[in-house]
């Protein structure tokens, strides 16, 4: 049934509940993602395309920033990488025809799963203001409209460019330069949701915002912890590191308030072993209560810093700074209150000691369960002064490994996809092309959704992703962008996003990672960065989904060149037909980057440098690795309350739904489902199946509902409950952010559960 999508939206959420699975991947996972690509692209497609996925002469996956290892298997992508790709190479599409059956009301009225399953957007749209269809434009007119919108702006920092990670290090370096030729630097990113806590936490403490660990240091390894991560589900690659790891000694260690599958045990698809055996991943599994990180490293801290011997003397001596005063404070660390954060056992704590004393080279993984919260940015921390203690960074086998979640966000950020972009950058910037970039800092994620709530932004436009879908308090963004006087999207797929518009609203079709970009001077191919900071080129080869899109740097320079005109010295012409030219300009601005074309032809590309990783310098204020002393917080529970964690399914991407099963936790068919630890059911007088209303209590007193979730009594940790975003959006409020970074604190939200009206 390839390219037929579902007439009428097909989420009858009925979930049904089977227990957690033990382990990962294996045969299953590779039937069941084959099944799904060839439901999106028919049988020969799937074949052609799936073989070309991270291969040297291939695209990128556009799964996940997981980095490719150098002996790439034929296989070498993940059955959710496989999904992604369907998603994106499939045979639907989404027409003119299709938008003048549609609605914008009734589109509306869809679920995010029925819009993302029509398929391909194939023209650029305009939906006129007080229209009530989406109309085909030419993209000459699509243009004009978006320069008379820009016109009209009393300041450029009425406009917000948003960017999601998937855009191409080129589509971002262009992106980024407009904005700031326009004058301003309002680019919020998905990052600002995402890892930006492991970003500041990171630049302030080691000098720069990125992992300091390469796939080689995972198999050198004495010691992982993985903390506040799911790779089974969002990095399946990962998967077979940890394995290898493994085979040469390495322990594993899981915090996480969930007993993750793919954590278990994993079936690796690649090797004939894995397909039947499963090897058990995790050595020790820590059941923590949300939130609870930092108590847990604090306290690991102090217990390290009484046990003689276990310090690396020299290293802090030599490469650290402000050592005093932290161990001052982390030898206050309690007992009794690190239990009470985390939900451990004495005897637990004390096993992951020996664990830790025991390993020589000690790397930290960790994702969103350690970056979404109040306290992120002094957990991330107190990660890093346990790495500093035993000297785990800057040599192999040790380090820190914030794992990233989109395929290109880590270098969309280098390419200065960036709110508070570093002066250096704009010097680099002013110098290459002559004029003078806007100094003052932009608008984050949240700080644009009230620039929009309050008018003082009126046009919104977005290089991918599904911002009002992705960001938290659904009503207050969704009330905030109709206020917009025009919203655009460049996209590939259709979402929410384009149904809750601005005044006016355009919809700009485009090429994806799997497709051919032809342009004046030939085939062009893109760049990303990965999770490691390895560059490498993408191509893709299929046929684009329809002769009208434009690539992203394409519709870049022609944006530039309609709103910027003759004011504007930059070659936007030269930068469309030949993205060589682009890559010369990236190699003059970005450190790192000399040389690009060249060294980009190498099929493995090339590693960006990391000072504290390859030469043990740390490019702080201070210029040592800083130590730094926060008291410990965590969340403090209302009797009688949950914390809420919203997190993603196994057949999601994001706000891409591509199923309503998750499969590990033996969820099927609905994802209306909130899980919950059975003592807190019991004592919540609630069972297994009882349908219930989330409601968020927030210090603002404003009630947030999220209607009708089926309760699913699971083994989570004591009074922490999970449910999946983007549907539980709602409840997140606008305010609860992170301190420091500002990223929603979507996996700590205070609940009540109340008996459902909607069962
Ligand atoms: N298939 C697929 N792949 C993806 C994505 C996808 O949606 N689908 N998304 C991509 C993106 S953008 C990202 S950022 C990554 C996200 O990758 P993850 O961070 O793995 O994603 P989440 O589902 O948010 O899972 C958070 C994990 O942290 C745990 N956790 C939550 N709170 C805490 C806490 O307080 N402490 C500890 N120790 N653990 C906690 C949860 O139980 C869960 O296991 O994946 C990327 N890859
Ligand atoms: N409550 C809660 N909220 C969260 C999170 C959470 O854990 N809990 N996680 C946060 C995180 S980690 C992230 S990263 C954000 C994600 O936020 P976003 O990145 O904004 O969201 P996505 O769902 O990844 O975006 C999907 C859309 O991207 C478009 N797209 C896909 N490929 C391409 C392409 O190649 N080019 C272009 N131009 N468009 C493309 C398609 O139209 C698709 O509909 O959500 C955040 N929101
Ligand atoms: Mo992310």
Redesign the pocket.
Known sequence: MAGKAPKSDPVQDAPQVGGPKHAAAGLPAVGHSLRIAQQQMGVRRTALTLLRVNQKEGFDCP????PEPDHRHAAEF????A??VAEEATLRRVTPEFFAEHSVADLATRSGYWLGQQGRLTHPMYLAEGGEHYEPVTWARAFDLMGEEFARLDSPDEAVFYTS?RTSNEAAFLYQLFARELGTNNLPD?SNM??ESSGSALSETIGIGKGSVLLEDLYQADLIIV?????G????RMLSALEKAKASGAKVI?????P?AG?EKFKNPQTAKGMTAGAPLTDLF?Q??????QA?FRLLNKLILDTPDALDDDFIAEHTHGFEEFAATARAADWDETLTATGLTRAEIEEALRMVLASEKTIVC????????KHSVP?IREVVNFLLLRGNIGRPGAGVCP????SN?QGDRTMGIFERPAPAFLDALEREFGFAPPREHGYDVVRAIRALRDGEAKIFFAMGGNFVSASPDTDVTEAAMRKARLTVHVSTKLNRSHVVTGARALILPTLGRTERDLQGSGEQFVTVEDSMGMVHASRGRLKPASPQLLSEPAIVCRLARRVLGEGSATPWEEFEKDYASIRDRIARVIPGFEDFNARVAHPDGFALPHAPRDERRFPTATGKANFTAAPVEFPKLPEGRLLL????????????I?GLDDRYRGIKNGRRVVLVNPEDAQGLKLEDGDYVDLVGEWKDGVERRAPGFRVVVYP?ARG?A?AY?PETNVLVPLDATADTSNTPA???VVVRLEQSATA
């Open positions: 799964g996940c920033a997981w993940c059955e959710n990488g999904k992604a990670g998905c995402c890892h903390a506040g991560q799911n790779p589900t969002n990095h399946p899981s915090v996480n308030p969930l993750e954590l820590l923590i209560r949300l939130g609870g990180d847990l960790w994702a969103m369960g350690l970056t979404q919260h957990t794992v990233r979640g989109h966000v964690q919203t997190l993603r399914s196994h057949d999601q991407y994001n706000t891409t591509y989570t922490c999970a975003y979507s996996k700590s």
